[in-house]
């Protein structure tokens, strides 16, 4: 039976873009294709689990929203783990560089492009990138999508953690089609 490589499986409010504060289960993936230097998250091999594993973890939790996330969780994601968790009552959300096809089924694809990487997706429900001063224009107008979020980009100075998040709102002002997107999961100090 197939195993999927995992960092870890928590429950907490979704933090970032059109679903910020939905209560969701999040599967963290293994592993990534990819090497962004603001990169804070830990996507380090923790556990290989089946889908069974995987459902059996998700469901003393009460929300029946499930995100897929990594990582690049598009790498490992298949139609047998969508099969099983629409069976489980699960609606699936999947964050993706937008690098690797997904499988059919995913019910809400947050695509966040990155510098390195060809994206290969070209229609998502959301477009979120993390704003480094890069052309974001040319991502809005390559992937066709309801909403198109910028998110400020997180780094430490001094030992103190400091964002860009005056460019951003900045450059929403002069850019309507783009809307903020904060991480408030770091803001509240939950997962
Ligand atoms: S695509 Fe996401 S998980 Fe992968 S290196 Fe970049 S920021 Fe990290």
């Excluded at 704003?131 to 780094?155: S, T």
């Amino acid at each position: 039976m197939r195993r999927y490589r995992i960092n870890e499986i928590f429950y907490s409010l979704q933090g970032e873009g059109a679903h910020t504060g939905r209560p969701a289960a999040f599967v963290r993936f293994s592993g990534c294709n990819l090497h962004c230097p603001f990169c804070d998250t830990d996507f380090r091999l923790r556990a290989t689990l089946t889908a069974d594993e995987i459902l059996r973890q998700l469901q003393p939790h009460p929300a029946r929203f499930v995100v897929l996330t990594g990582g690049e969780p598009a790498l490992q994601a298949d139609g047998a783990l969508v099969d099983a968790l629409h069976r489980a009552g699960y609606t699936i959300a999947i964050e993706t560089n937008g690098t690797r096809p997904l499988p059919d089924g995913i019910d809400w694809v947050t695509l966040s492009p990155k510098e390195e990487g060809e994206v290969v997706l070209t229609r998502a429900d959301e477009l979120k990138v993390v704003y480094v001063g890069q052309d974001v224009e040319r991502y809005a107008d390559a992937i066709h999508a309801p909403v198109y979020y910028l998110q400020p980009c997180a780094r430490e100075e001094n030992g103190l953690a400091v964002d860009n998040r005056e460019a951003v709102v900045d450059y929403c002002l002069h850019h309507p089609r783009w809307r903020l997107s904060l991480q408030t999961h770091k803001i509240l100090h939950i997962r």
